[in-house]
């Protein structure tokens, strides 16, 4: 079955940068595209971005232009999130999950990011 | 950006009642990119509807959904003691391309 694995929690500080992984098991990594998604606390779910992990191709949200990375690695059927530049306001739950026409239909368990001086 | 209103932000309700959740839409949206996921503390969120009504993959057919342009409903008939969490509808358009509602949360009376 379609499973995706996140990396551990992280706690970082203001200014820091951290990256995040996803790793897919149970479907053609290659035919998919991956979204991150993440939840602050008391706050509703807000897109990142995503990659399209055949080509690698990304697209970002412009609130996050220029301080979010997405990557893949085929081989490991893996997909990061990168963010620098870390403020409070990231602190969050970030979640992976695979796009499917207009939706997600299947999500990563979350990872949560806590910035903290 | 297209910005959902779930309401109500809260429902209290009993083991075998229905329930009725609204998502609106700040201008009109595709039926076929509405969609509804149900999310529990811990857990991946789930995807419940897409396309405004039709149900995922191994969904109770107690879960329906319904709408078109600004307005769109989750019912959820007879409900399990599973199904209290919360739910988000989220929809494709625009920019950023998607956004999510702000959530109901269905609690046990």
């Known amino acids: 079955q379609v499973q995706f694995v996140q990396s551990g929690a992280e706690v970082k500080k203001p200014g820091a940068s951290v990256k995040l992984s996803c790793e897919a098991s149970g479907y053609t990594f290659t035919n998919f595209a991956m979204h991150w998604v993440r939840q602050a606390p008391g706050q509703r779910l807000e897109w990142m971005g995503w990659i399209n992990a055949g080509n690698g191709n990304t697209r970002y949200s412009q609130k996050l232009q220029g301080r979010v990375t997405l990557s893949r690695d085929t081989s490991a059927n893996t997909v990061y999130m990168e963010l620098s530049s870390l403020r409070s306001e990231d602190t969050a739950v970030y979640y992976c999950?695979?796009?499917?026409?207009?939706?997600?239909?299947?999500w990563g368990q979350g990872t949560l990011v806590t910035v903290s001086s | 950006e297209i910005v959902l209103t779930q309401s109500p932000g809260t429902l209290s309700l009993s083991p075998g009642e229905g329930a009725t959740l609204s998502c609106r839409a700040s201008?009109?949206?595709?039926?076929?990119?509405l969609a509804w996921y149900q999310h529990k503390p811990g857990q991946a969120p789930r995807l419940l509807i897409y396309g405004a009504s039709s149900r995922a993959t191994g969904i109770p057919d107690r879960f329906s959904g319904s709408g078109s342009g600004t307005d769109f409903t989750l019912t959820i008939s007879r409900l399990e003691p599973e199904d209290f969490a919360v739910y988000y509808c989220q929809q494709y358009g625009g920019s950023p391309p998607y956004t999510f509602g702000q959530g109901t949360k269905l609690e046990i009376k």
């Open positions: 999950a695979r796009q499917s026409w207009y939706h997600f239909d299947h």
């Open positions: 201008q009109s949206v595709s039926s076929t990119s």
